[in-house]
């Protein structure tokens, strides 16, 4: 089956523009995570959907960014007045309720800020 | 502040030889130890995970070994192949209260594997 799908796979931008990342998770799963991964670093979380509220927004690193999924499944990650220090690839991951443990990632969208 | 301590940070090893990766954690409310697997351009991939109630588990060629005194785990990639070259992730995550596991992960290992 199809899995986790993010859109775009990169995306160029100049310092101080705003962009929208969007994941798709895998079908079913109602459970949504974003992290962002730095060059040569681990991810790191940002935020978790169950449904369609923000459960967890505890890693979002300021308030230039904000996601949303207004119905349960496709969520977007906006990142507003960009800065070169948003460069990283921003992850998506998804999992089934009952299994919360096992996320299965997407294969992110690389955002470099000019 | 790092959760999960990672090393090495690279390692090249043989065709056929044992790849070993440690990771250290101090939050021992941690209850969750997956190890992803990443390519380049890709997102991480799970490859086997742990719970703390047992001390090893095995997957065919990878193994996790599980020391919860210690707060350390590690994994083995055994007769490594020249497919297995990738970056390794450890992490380790707690169940929150709405039943969700945000994960902590290592920096990662990038191993590489010499034909």
């Known amino acids: 089956g199809a899995g986790v799908s993010q859109t775009p796979s990169n995306k160029v931008t100049e310092k101080g523009k705003y962009v929208e990342l969007r994941c798709d998770p895998i079908s079913g799963h109602t459970a949504l995570y974003w992290y962002r991964q730095s060059l040569g670093q681990g991810p790191e979380f940002l935020i978790y959907?169950?449904?369609?509220?923000?459960?967890?927004d505890s890693g979002l690193p300021n308030d230039r960014f904000f996601a949303v999924r207004p119905e349960g499944s496709v969520s977007t990650l906006k990142i507003q007045r960009t800065e070169r220090g948003d460069s990283a690839v921003y992850l998506c991951?998804?999992?089934?309720?009952?299994?919360?443990?096992?996320?299965?990632f997407g294969p992110g969208t690389r955002l470099t800020v000019l | 502040q790092q959760q999960v301590k990672q090393s090495p940070q690279s390692l090249i090893v043989q065709k056929g030889g044992i790849s070993i990766i440690n990771c250290a954690y101090e939050?021992?409310?941690?209850?969750?130890f997956p190890w992803y697997q990443q390519f380049p351009g890709k997102g991480p991939a799970l490859l086997i995970a742990?719970?703390?109630?047992?001390s090893e588990k095995k997957e065919g060629r990878f193994t996790i070994s599980f020391n919860k005194s210690a707060k350390q785990f590690s994994l083995h990639i055994m007769d490594s192949q020249p497919g297995d070259s990738a970056t390794y992730f450890c992490?380790?995550?707690?169940?929150?209260?709405?039943?969700?596991?945000?994960?902590?992960f290592g920096a990662g290992t990038t191993v590489t594997v010499r034909a």
């Open positions: 939050n021992t409310a941690f209850d969750y």
């Open positions: 991951a998804s999992s089934l309720a009952g299994n919360a443990d096992t996320q299965y």
């Open positions: 742990i719970r703390p109630d047992v």
């Open positions: 992490a380790a995550s707690k169940p929150g209260n709405l039943n969700d596991y945000k994960l902590s």
């Open positions: 959907f169950q449904g369609t509220g923000a459960a967890d």
